[in-house]
Every structure is written in structure tokens, then in C-alpha cells.
């Protein structure tokens, strides 16, 4: 499992609007002013070499040996709510034991092969499932803080989704409470709200009626943060960004930028694939491309906190001294407010060999995110390098305790290994 939890994403073309932003090529200089300028395939490609992007298996098609599982799992659902908690029932329980790992997105057809799991591959799962139940589901995206990612210095991967709906419950059901804990925040919608163009009775006129919120995470559920429903092609063009990263993080930039540009072509707003295409262009000494693509980012949305993180960074390489600090004086506050930030910070002074300062700015990390088990598992190497071995063990047991499949596993061993050689020292 890796040390992220979150990760894993919209209006009309928009012209970018960049003065004086140009790209030399052939000793001639062509100013990008379209979406097609931006998409330059001969910096990932040899000469002579074409793009070729696979056509990809239907990534909602739930394959017929999880439709047989459900066919039992649904035999005694009478009702829409008890088809809703046969399906998370059944998921939860088949994949609980599935390594989380963000830099991996599986299709629903590798999910058996690989065992691993991220927040896009289990809303496809559970989309899939319950509309195959007839229970009604919509992938919803969380505006959820970006997370620092450790392959050079650009964030990646920032937005996370899970599923939302409507089902229908008895009035003398039992359990109505167990609904509730995962009704979550409010959703956004646009125009007419959700509910109503589907035909659907508000909850207050029509009290059998209720909304849930189910998540990989689900602590998300009862957090107030900003949700908003999504459609296919959105979440289409988030499994390509996470595709596109997937290969960047195996330094495969062919595939990658591949894969960033059929985000692009299913989802032209997407701000993650253009932020991932500015970190590709950044690979491959691009630093015009990369601003520009950016700058698109942030220009469909103000917010995207990662790209303007990214264009700091790379004003600062092209010696944009004053641009990168006007960014960097926006995002201050924002960092701090991030754990894995602080988290960040903490590797690179562990790397230093300056572990009391990464146990303080662990501990900033935990006090923001104290369910991360990767945080743990950093403040126990800090802590074995200063000799503190009881600190060692106590976070290890917390890195345990919060972690997931095989990972869980893992630290059960360690803190075995470690208690038995601290035994006999004894």
C-alpha cells in the first residue's frame, strides 16, 4: 500500500490565454494559442515514430464472474435498499483485503489479476455493481487537497471520487442509521437539481427516499468538503491521467504523455490532465509548454492549487525569480494546511540525516491526518536512526493499525521481529 489514501477527475474549450508565451521548434517560434499547440507528440516520439493509443476495454463493463457473485449475493434482496447493502456489502467485504495503491489504476478486468485498488478503480466497481443491481449510482468527485508526490517536484494525481445516489428504504427499516453514516455532505449539481430532473421526491416530501455516499476511504464520507457528480467521460479521462502518471512514475514518458492525450481528447477540461502535461513537458525540457499547459490549468480553474505549485516551481528553473514568489506567497498557507507536505519535508530531512526535525514535521503531518499509516512508518525510521526503539514499536503498532492488505501484514511482522530482538537484549 502506498503512503497516499487519496488519489485519483469540466465547460466548453476554452482558447488559452497566454501573452508572449512561444515554443521554439526548428529555429522557428510558434506561439500556442489551441489545444492542438499544446499536444506537440515529437517530444515523446523518435523520428519517425507515429502515437498509437490502444483502444481500451470498456472500463464500466462488469465482467461475468462479478455478475455471478452478485446473482448470489442478491438472491434475498426483496428491495431497493437491500440490493444497496448487498452490493457494498459484497465489495467490501471481496476487497477489503486489496493493497491501496494510487500509482496503479485498474481496470475492473485486471482487478482480480493485480489485487490492488485506488478510489477510481473501486467507484468504477461500485458503479458497476449497483447499476447491475438496479440500484442507483453516480460517480462523484471530492475536492480533496492534492498530495505531494516524491518524483521530482511536482504534484500529481489531485483529485479523488467516490459514488453518491438515491435508494429507497422502508419506512420500518431498522438500520436506517446505518444509511445515514454514509449520507455525507451535500453534492453540487447544475440548474435544476438532481434529484428533481430524475423524477425523484426530495427527502422532506417523500421521507422513504434517502441519499448515500459511499467512498474507499470512509472517513470521507462525513467530512463537509465540497462534492460534485460527475459523468462517465470525466471519470473516462481521470482513468488516463491516473494511466498517464501510472507510466511517468515507471519513467515511460511515450506512454504516458499517450495516455495524457486521450484524457485530453475525452475530457478537453480536464484540469489533472493538463497539470500532468505540463509535468511530462517539464521531463523533456519543455519549460514553455509546460507553463503554458499550467497556466491552462489554472486558467479552467483557479483552485487547482498542484498546477500553480508546478508553474512555481518552473518559473524559478527558468530564472522567473519574482513570478515563482508571487505563487509561492499564495500557496504558503495552503502547503502548511497539507500533511503530506509536511510529509514531504520530512523525507527530504531524513535524507539529510536530520531526523529530529523530521519527527517535528511528522508530527504536523499526523495532526492533519492522524489515520495516514505511512506517517507512522516515518516517524518510526526517524526514530530507530535516534535510538528511540519504544517510539519505534509505538508507530509501527499505528502504522498497523491504519494500513491495508498486505501492508498490514507487513508491519505485524515488523513489530513481531522488533519486539523479539528488543526481548532478548533483555
Not at 503512503?3 to 521548434?25: D, F, N, P, Q, Y
Not at 502504522?399 to 508491519?411: D, P, V
Request: with cysteine.
Amino acid at each position: 500500500m502506498t503512503r497516499k489514501i487519496l488519489h485519483c477527475i469540466t465547460s466548453a474549450i476554452c482558447t488559452l490565454m497566454i501573452a508572449g508565451c512561444v515554443v521554439s521548434e526548428d529555429q522557428r517560434t510558434q506561439r500556442i494559442t489551441a489545444t492542438e499547440d499544446l499536444l506537440q507528440d515529437a517530444f515523446f516520439t523518435a523520428e519517425g515514430e507515429s502515437l498509437v493509443i490502444e483502444a481500451e476495454a470498456d472500463l464500466f463493463e462488469l465482467p461475468e464472474s462479478y455478475k455471478r457473485e452478485l446473482d448470489r449475493a442478491l438472491l434475498s434482496a426483496e428491495t431497493e435498499w437491500d440490493r444497496y447493502r448487498a452490493v457494498r456489502r459484497w465489495i467490501f467485504r471481496n476487497f477489503e483485503d486489496y493493497d491501496f495503491d494510487v500509482t496503479e489504476t485498474s481496470s475492473l478486468l485486471e482487478l482480480s489479476t493485480n489485487r490492488k485498488i485506488n478510489c477510481l478503480s473501486f467507484s468504477v466497481l461500485f458503479v458497476a455493481a449497483a447499476r447491475y443491481a438496479d440500484v442507483d449510482a453516480d460517480f462523484q468527485l471530492v475536492f480533496a487537497p492534492p498530495y505531494w508526490d516524491k518524483e521530482g517536484n511536482s504534484w500529481v494525481n489531485n483529485q479523488h471520487i467516490n459514488v453518491t445516489g438515491n435508494v429507497s428504504r422502508p419506512l420500518n427499516d431498522d438500520n436506517l442509521d446505518q444509511l445515514r453514516v454514509f449520507s455525507g455532505s451535500p453534492v453540487e449539481t447544475w440548474g435544476t437539481p438532481i434529484l428533481m430532473r430524475r423524477g425523484w421526491r426530495v427527502n422532506s416530501h417523500y421521507p422513504s427516499s434517502q441519499r448515500y455516499t459511499v467512498d474507499i476511504n470512509p472517513a470521507i464520507t462525513n467530512i463537509p468538503i465540497r462534492r460534485q457528480i460527475i459523468d462517465e467521460q470525466q471519470v473516462l479521462s481521470l482513468y488516463h491521467s491516473n494511466k498517464s502518471m501510472q507510466f511517468l512514475f515507471a519513467h515511460d514518458l511515450l506512454n504516458a504523455y499517450s495516455h495524457t492525450k486521450q484524457a485530453l481528447r475525452v475530457d478537453p477540461d480536464s484540469v489533472v490532465a493538463w497539470n500532468n502535461l505540463g509535468v511530462l513537458y517539464a521531463r523533456v525540457a519543455q519549460p514553455a509548454l509546460a507553463i503554458a499547459a499550467y497556466r491552462r490549468a489554472i486558467f479552467l480553474d483557479a483552485s487547482v492549487y498542484s498546477a500553480k505549485i508546478n508553474l512555481a516551481n518552473t518559473y524559478r528553473s527558468q530564472g522567473e525569480v519574482k513570478l515563482a514568489d508571487e505563487l509561492d506567497d499564495q500557496l504558503e498557507s495552503y502547503r502548511n494546511q497539507n500533511p503530506y507536505y509536511h510529509s514531504a519535508q520530512a523525507e527530504i530531512s531524513i535524507d539529510k540525516g536530520e531526523y529530529e526535525q523530521a519527527i517535528i514535521q511528522l508530527q504536523a503531518a499526523v495532526a492533519r491526518k492522524p489515520n495516514e499509516h505511512y506517517f507512522y512508518h516515518q516517524l518510526a525510521v526517524a526514530n530507530q536512526q535516534l535510538g528511540n526503539m519504544d517510539a519505534v514499536i509505538e508507530n509501527l503498532i499505528n502504522a498497523r493499525r491504519y494500513a491495508r492488505g498486505t501492508e498490514k501484514a507487513r508491519f505485524s511482522g515488523k513489530v513481531k521481529a522488533l519486539e523479539a530482538v528488543l526481548a532478548g537484549n533483555n
